[in-house]
């Protein structure tokens, strides 16, 4: 299962970008779906979160500006970020948590997409 992401660009402080990320293969299905983000020098991290359910998590740094939301139907997740700020500018990534059904049985593993970058400056 591939995942495609897009949505990045350039945009000015208090601005905002809308992510979305698309889920593709055959036989699967898709547990919990988030955003992860690297910034230059840092460390990858999370984002936000959502299950199958629609359950939600963020990292506090973006709680109240940040909307992450899923269709399950289509196997996308997105990203509404608004109140961008300028340490938001990093490579965003999209992770799934899958189970494909093969023939040979199912197999479960964490998909990622190939990242997007925001950046965040005037």
């Known amino acids: 299962v591939q995942l495609q992401a897009s949505g990045g660009g350039l945009v000015q402080p208090g601005g905002s970008l809308s992510l979305s990320c698309a889920a593709s293969?055959?036989?699967?299905?898709?547990?919990?779906m988030g955003w992860y983000r690297q910034a230059p020098g840092k460390e990858r991290e999370l984002v936000a979160s959502?299950?199958?359910?629609?359950?939600?998590n963020y990292a506090d740094s973006v709680k109240g500006r940040f909307t992450i939301s899923r269709q399950n139907a289509e196997n996308t997740v997105y990203l509404q970020m608004n109140s961008l700020k300028r340490e938001d500018t990093a490579v965003y990534y999209c992770?799934?948590?899958?189970?494909?059904?093969?023939?040979?049985?199912?197999?479960?593993?964490?998909?990622w997409g190939q990242g997007t970058l925001v950046t965040v400056s005037s």
């Open positions: 959502i299950t199958s359910s629609g359950s939600t």
């Open positions: 293969g055959s036989r699967f299905v898709i547990y919990s």
């Open positions: 992770n799934a948590d899958i189970v494909e059904h093969r023939d040979s049985g199912p197999e479960a593993y964490y998909s």
